[in-house]
C-alpha cells in the first residue's frame, strides 16, 4: 500500500550519510597533500567523525540550536555566582570535540588520535571541516580554545606555562581547562587601538606569575564562561593607540577555586550561532596573567586572531559543503512536473552556483593548510619564510571571500529545499543564519580587505609571493595543457598588476574588496588546474579542471549579461560536474583547451 501521509513526496537530505565517505574531493585533495604514512593512520578517524557528522553530532546539533544557554546571575542566596546553563546535546558534542577527538589540543601536544607528534594543519582542519558540517556554533570554543593554547604556548614565561598549559591541553575532563579570546568594547570592535580596559599591575606571584588588576568592560564575548580568557587591555600610563595595548590570560576562577573579580551580566541574543553562548563582561579589579611583554600585546594577539582567521575560511569551506550535499539530496530526491528537478536548466544552473564556491573554498583549506605546516615546521623541520609569506596573504584571503561565498551558497541550498527550507526542522535555515557571522567575527569583510591590500600585497609584497607558488605548482604538470597554462598565466598576471596597483594609491582604497577578491579566484583557479590536471594523470577525477575553468569564466572574466551567446562546452562541461562518474582527464583537457 503507498504511504498514505505522502512523505515519500518530500526530498531526503543529507543527515544519515558519512560526510567523509561522501566526499570524494576531500579525500581526492588530502591524496595530493597528506604523506600517505599519515593519511592511512588518519582515514580511520575522519570515517569515524564523517559518521558522527551525518549521524549523532547532526542530531545534537539540530537539539542544541532549540535550546540555547541561559545565564544565571545569582545563586540562590543572592550571591552573585552566575554560571552558564547548557543543554544535555551541547555537552556530549562538548564531549566528542574536546575529550574524543581533541581538537583544542592536537596541534600542540603529541598523543591526540594516537599521532606521535602534533597534528599537522592538514590534519587539524580536516577534522575542523568534518565537524562543523553538522555543527558550526561549538567550533567557535574549539578554535578560540586552539589559538589561545598557541598563544601561552608561544609567549607565556615557563612559570606562566606551568600554571596552565597542561590543563589547556588535557582531554580529562577532570583536569581541563577550556580558552577563548575577548576583544570587542563598545568603542572599539575593528579600531582595536580605542579599547579602553585598564591594567594595574599587582607584581610577582609566589608562582613566578606576574599579576595584574583588569578594570572595564568587554562587549561581544563568545564563549563566556571559558576557563581562561585571552585578552587585550591597556597597562596605565601607556601609549594610546595599538602600540600600548599588552596581552594577558584571565583565568574564570582564581587557584583557590574562589571567583575571579568579573561577572558576566548578560548573553547575546544571536542571530546564529546559538548554542554557544556569547556575552557581555564587566571586569571590576579582575586578576589576569600576563601574556609575553605586555609592550607587544597587540602583535601577539594579531598571531591568533590570524589562526582564527584561517580557520574561519575551513569553517566556511564546510558550511558549503553542507549545503552542496543539502542541495543534491533534493536536486536528485523531489520530482516536479513528471521528472527529478535536478533535471531542469534553471536548477542545474543553481547547482553550479553552490558547486563551484564549495570548491574553491575546499582548495584554498588544502593550500593554505601545507603552507601553514611549512611555515610553522611540522615535524621537526625548520620552518619556511617562504611559506610564512605565502600564508600572511592567503590567511585575510581566504577568510574575506570564502565567509562571503558561504552566505549566497547557504541561501541557494534553501531555496532548492523550498518552502521546506524555511522550516527549523531542517538543517539549510540554520546554516543560513550560522552563515551571517564568518564576515563579522575576526575582522568584517572590509578590514580584511585592507588587511590583504594594504599589508600584504603593499607592505609585505605577498602576492607576487603567491604568484610564484601557483606557477611553480601548475606550470611543472605534464598533464596541463600548455594553452591552458597560458591562460592561467595570463589571469594571474592581470589579477597581480591589479592588486597592486590598488594597495600603491589611495584613491583606490574603495577597490580593496574587489582585489582581494581577485586574488582569491585566480589562486583558486591555478589551483583547481593543477588538483584536475594531477589527479587525471593519476587516473582519477579529472573534474577540478573544469571548475577551473568556470572559475576563470564566471568570476574573473568580462560579461555581458544580457548576451544570449552560449559556450558549448560549459554544457557538457555541467553534465560532468553533475554526474558522480570521475571525469578523464582527456574528456577534461579538451573542454579547457
Not at 139 to 166: E, H, Q, W
Not at 215 to 227: E, L, T
Not at 329 to 342: D, L, M, T
Not at 408 to 425: D, F, K, N, T, W
Request: aromatic share 6%; hydrophobic share 40%; charged share 25%.
Amino acid at each position: 500500500m503507498p504511504d498514505a501521509s505522502g512523505a515519500h513526496h518530500i526530498a531526503p537530505d543529507a543527515h544519515g550519510q558519512n560526510f567523509y565517505a561522501i566526499d570524494r574531493q576531500l579525500q581526492d585533495l588530502l591524496s595530493l597533500y597528506m604523506e600517505p604514512g599519515l593519511l592511512a593512520q588518519m582515514t580511520p578517524h575522519f570515517q569515524r567523525l564523517g559518521a558522527l557528522g551525518g549521524g549523532r553530532l547532526d542530531e545534537l546539533a539540530m537539539t542544541a540550536d532549540k535550546h540555547p544557554p541561559v545565564l544565571h546571575p545569582r545563586d540562590r542566596f543572592g550571591r552573585d555566582e552566575d554560571w552558564i546553563e547548557y543543554h544535555p546535546a551541547y555537552r556530549e558534542m562538548e564531549r566528542v570535540a574536546f575529550e574524543e577527538f581533541g581538537m583544542h589540543a592536537m596541534s600542540h601536544r603529541p598523543g591526540v588520535l594516537g599521532m606521535s607528534e602534533p597534528a599537522s594543519p592538514l590534519v587539524k582542519y580536516a577534522i575542523t571541516y568534518l565537524f562543523v558540517q553538522a555543527e558550526f556554533g561549538l567550533m567557535c570554543p574549539v578554535s578560540v580554545s586552539d589559538t589561545s593554547n598557541f598563544i601561552i604556548k608561544r609567549y607565556g614565561s615557563p612559570a606562566l606555562k606551568r600554571l596552565l598549559l597542561d590543563r589547556l591541553l588535557s582531554q580529562d575532563p577532570a583536569t581541563m581547562l577550556k580558552g577563548t579570546q575577548f576583544m570587542t568594547e563598545k568603542a572599539g570592535g575593528s579600531d582595536v587601538g580605542a579599547i579602553e580596559t585598564e591594567a594595574e599591575l599587582v607584581g610577582m606571584g609566589a608562582d613566578g606569575v606576574e599579576r595584574w588588576k583588569l578594570h572595564g568592560q568587554k562587549w561581544f564575548c563568545s564563549h563566556a564562561d571559558a576557563d581562561v580568557a585571552v585578552m587585550l587591555a591597556r597597562p596605565r600610563g601607556a601609549a594610546p593607540g595599538t602600540q600600548g595595548l599588552g596581552l594577558f590570560a584571565l583565568p574564570r576562577r582564581l587557584e583557590d577555586g574562589s571567583r575571579n573579580s568579573y561577572r558576566i551580566v548578560r548573553l547575546k541574543d544571536k542571530l546564529g550561532t546559538r548554542s554557544m553562548a556569547s556575552g557581555e563582561i564587566i571586569l571590576d579589579g579582575a586578576i589576569a596573567y600576563a601574556v609575553g611583554d605586555v609592550n607587544r600585546g597587540f602583535k601577539q594577539m594579531m598571531e591568533q586572531v590570524n589562526l582564527s582567521r584561517l580557520s574561519h575560511g575551513v569553517r566556511a569551506a564546510s558550511m558549503m559543503r553542507r549545503c552542496l550535499n543539502e542541495a543534491l539530496a533534493v536536486a536528485r530526491g523531489r520530482r516536479a512536473f513528471g521528472k527529478a528537478i535536478g533535471e531542469y536548466p534553471l536548477l542545474r544552473r543553481q547547482l553550479m552556483k553552490i558547486m563551484l564556491p564549495t570548491e574553491q573554498a575546499l582548495s584554498m583549506y588544502a593550500f593554505a593548510a601545507d603552507a601553514m605546516g611549512r611555515a610553522d615546521g611540522i615535524g621537526g623541520k625548520g620552518g619556511d619564510k617562504e611559506a610564512a609569506n605565502l600564508l600572511r596573504i592567503l590567511t585575510p584571503v581566504y577568510k574575506f571571500r570564502a565567509c562571503r561565498d558561504n552566505i549566497p551558497v547557504a541561501s541557494q541550498a534553501l531555496e532548492v529545499r523550498g518552502g521546506l527550507g524555511y522550516i527549523e526542522e531542517w538543517a539549510t535555515a540554520r546554516l543560513v543564519r550560522d552563515a551571517q557571522i564568518g564576515t563579522l567575527w575576526e575582522g568584517t569583510s572590509n578590514i580584511n580587505a585592507l588587511d590583504v591590500v594594504q599589508r600584504a600585497v603593499g607592505k609585505s609584497g605577498g602576492h607576487k609571493t603567491l604568484s610564484a607558488a601557483l606557477k611553480a605548482k601548475y606550470e611543472s604538470s605534464g598533464a596541463l595543457p600548455g594553452q591552458y597554462k597560458g591562460l592561467l598565466g595570463a589571469t594571474l598576471d592581470r589579477v597581480e598588476r591589479f592588486a597592486e596597483a590598488v594597495a600603491a594609491d589611495p584613491k583606490h582604497e574603495k577597490r580593496s574588496r574587489l582585489a582581494a577578491g581577485a586574488l582569491y579566484h585566480a589562486t583558486t583557479a591555478a589551483l583547481l588546474a593543477w588538483e584536475g590536471a594531477t589527479l587525471g594523470a593519476q587516473g582519477g577525477d579529472a573534474r577540478r579542471l573544469l571548475l577551473s575553468r568556470l572559475v576563470i569564466e564566471h568570476r574573473l572574466a568580462p560579461q555581458d549579461p544580457l548576451s544570449l551567446a552560449e559556450a558549448p562546452w560549459e554544457e557538457e562541461a555541467m553534465n560532468l560536474l553533475l554526474g558522480d562518474a570521475p571525469v578523464p582527464l582527456a574528456k577534461a583537457a579538451a573542454l579547457v583547451g
